[in-house]
């Protein structure tokens, strides 16, 4: 009986590799089997005993070799392939964006151009006494924003008297106390002739000034040239409102009360600049 067992084992171990797992098991449950009928008569004949171990055995084999072939066929799942997290179309793809996206910082349209030419609309006064071209300057100057003063009220904040004004810084501490925001700087020329830069600045100030509605203050000296050939002379310093411009700001509209024959007069920026030489300006 052993000796049989031993041939049933080697036949099945040159079965298909799904066999091997089924071989095992029937070998397990033949022994079983011959144990327990050799074990309930010893009057059985061998033969007898054989055959029915294989007969009673012969179910068990088929389904234990049905259960290897399942085995066999079915995929483990750690061959089967899967898609990692980072592969899936969920992960990997982004989602189209349907709107626009608020985090995109929107392009800041560019500021208009300033005109080209802008005179602002102002009420023309000459000065009333000689040493009073501050105040004049400052009140023609505020005209053009709206406000009407007086030479004689401006001239407290301006500290003037008969020596006449100072410096630009006054007419500047008088135009902020006359306008609200406090708007205008001093900018002064502190050398014999202006620069390059300082010409550039001027007429970047006359224009942005002018187009925010508001006069500038100049204090000059010395001698300067219209643009039509006319000579205006102040040795000992003056001070003239600059009302508008054009050129986009290479020519200043001047409002100078000195001469009420002659009121308003062109002049170009660069000449200006030279003619606050030593001084400087409020805008």
Not at 85 to 104: G, L, M, R, W
Not at 224 to 243: E, K, L, M, Q, R
Request: with cysteine.
């Amino acid at each position: 009986m052993k000796h049989h067992l031993k041939r049933q084992l080697r036949r099945l171990a040159t079965e298909r590799p799904y066999q091997i797992v089924a071989g095992s098991a029937a070998a397990l449950v033949l022994a079983g089997g011959a144990s327990a009928a050799l074990a309930s008569t010893d009057e059985a004949p061998a033969g007898q005993e054989h055959t029915a171990a294989v007969a009673e055995l012969a179910p068990r084999l088929g389904e234990v070799a049905s259960r290897g072939e399942a085995r066999v066929a079915a995929p483990s799942p750690s061959d089967s392939p899967s898609a990692s997290p980072s592969e899936s179309p969920s992960a990997s793809a982004s989602p189209s964006k349907t709107k626009a996206d608020p985090d995109v910082t929107r392009t800041a349209k560019p500021k208009p151009k300033p005109p080209a030419t802008k005179i602002l609309d102002y009420n023309y006064q000459a000065q009333t006494a000689f040493w009073n071209c501050g105040p004049a300057a400052v009140r023609n100057a505020l005209s053009a924003s709206g406000i009407e003063t007086t030479q004689d009220a401006m001239a407290a904040p301006l500290r003037a008297g008969v020596n006449g004004t100072n410096s630009a810084e006054d007419t500047t501490r008088g135009l902020n106390q006359m306008v609200k925001g406090n708007p205008y700087r001093t900018h002064m020329i502190p050398g014999q002739a202006a620069t390059p830069a300082q010409m550039d600045q001027l007429q970047a100030d006359l224009v942005k000034a002018i187009n925010d509605g508001r006069g500038v203050v100049v204090n000059i000296a010395g001698s300067a040239t219209d643009t039509n050939g006319g000579w205006h002379s102040f040795p000992g310093g003056h001070y003239i409102a600059v009302v508008g411009y054009k050129n986009d700001g290479r020519t200043a509209l001047i409002a100078d009360s000195a001469n009420p024959a002659l009121p308003s007069y062109w002049i170009t920026t660069i000449d200006l600049a030279n003619w606050a030489a030593t001084r400087g300006y409020s805008a």
